[in-house]
């Protein structure tokens, strides 16, 4: 039995155009923001590309995806905090559109949170801890998303681990695109 996903008066349903050009605009600016951020001498973790990383990627994805799940069914709080924040951003969205909802985020998000912010502060806990409250607060669309924010933070925290880890940003590249790409889907079959 499905739970009744509660109507949020503080955000108005989108459609899916609506949603596709918000995805592009936001991985344009974010984009944007950490091509400035380059030009002004930070450094970007390296991209390698190997079975290793790629592997990490998808065991970190997997394990996202699965604390996603335990937590959305023991705190409820959370659970309706991501229905309000899926449903707005999911429903009007079409099957083939999930694979730009994991690329544009995944790609964007990475390059600026992990690959510039996490640079830019200086590639330890501090900066992981500040470039994980930067990626959380992103995540927070209204004033009863605190939940997903805490959660989106948590999950920028462990990316953020991972390319500090590795010193690959492919990794948190990766499993954040496949992250959004599973959960998406999950989300998506359940409620439609």
Known sequence: M???IPE???IEPLTRIQVLV???VTALVLLAISRICL???VNLLPVSWNLTALLWGIAIALGITAASGLVYRI???YRRSADTYLKLVLSPLLWPDLVWLGLLPGLSEELLFRGVVLSALGLDT???????????VLHLSGRQ????????????????YSALVTGNLLIPIIAHILTNLISSSVWKWEHN
């Open 75 to 77: 705190w409820p709080a």
């Open 145 to 160: 998303q605190w939940p997903y924010m805490i959660w989106a933070t948590i999950v920028g925290f462990v990316l953020g």
């Open 126 to 136: 501090v900066a992981l801890v500040a470039s994980s409250v930067f990626f959380g």
């Open 8 to 10: 949020n008066p503080e």
């Open 2 to 4: 499905t739970e009744k």
């Open 39 to 41: 030009l002004f001498g």
């Open 22 to 24: 918000a995805m592009g």
